[in-house]
């Protein structure tokens, strides 16, 4: 065997080292791109976390511009998340919930103990909702006009940049929008 022949596995590696290296630093905002948007969110009748009698349906998300807001309680990122969420819904940003998977007593015990920024948040405990809306993990993040229909969705923790650089200026193009281009 020629000694140039023994680098050849050593090539290979450093060669598929360096290509997912700069893998993990790529742009991935636009990776998974949702096919609902500009579409309606799908119907659904399904009942809060908050109160399992108050069944709740897709009429009412309408009428504000507003987050929806995928979590759940063993998804470790979005306990990174939910103090920023916190931060937007006491700025008066409206925030849906959608507890995705979980177990609603511990979601409650969750929301208790970290404090709720939902309007109310909708259990989701068999995830189809969240396979209706085409989600892939917790969290997810959808921004939804006044008339319920799916304008951005963003994948993964919602913090001060992802609110600065991608939401926020979408979130008051349609309030803008939604006014008649009037000042708010």
């Known amino acids: 065997m020629k000694r140039w022949q023994l680098f050849v596995p050593l090539i290979l590696f450093l060669g598929l080292s360096a290509l997912l290296y700069v893998g993990l630093f790529r742009d991935r905002t636009d990776a998974l791109p949702s096919p609902l948007l500009n579409k ?18 897709v009429e009412e998300l309408k009428g504000k511009v507003a987050l929806l807001n995928v979590w759940a309680t063993w998804c470790i990122s979005c306990k990174v998340e939910h103090p920023f969420l916190m931060t937007l819904a006491n700025q008066g940003i409206p925030v849906y ?17 970290l404090g709720d920024p939902y309007l109310f948040s909708i259990n989701d405990s068999d995830g189809t909702l969240g396979v209706n809306l085409g989600v892939y993990g917790a969290p997810e ?24 650089n991608d939401l926020k ?7 803008h929008e939604q006014h008649g281009g009037r000042s708010l």
């Open 97 to 113: 919930g959608v507890n995705y998977k979980d177990d609603r007593d511990k979601a409650i015990k969750w929301l208790q103990a």
């Open 141 to 164: 993040t959808y921004l939804i006009d006044a008339d319920g229909i799916i304008r951005y969705k963003h994948t993964g923790i919602v913090n001060d940049n992802v609110w600065n």
């Open 40 to 57: 309606p969110l799908p119907e659904f009748t399904l009942a809060t976390i908050e109160t399992p009698e108050r069944v709740v349906t």
């Open 169 to 175: 200026p979408r979130y008051e193009q349609l309030l």
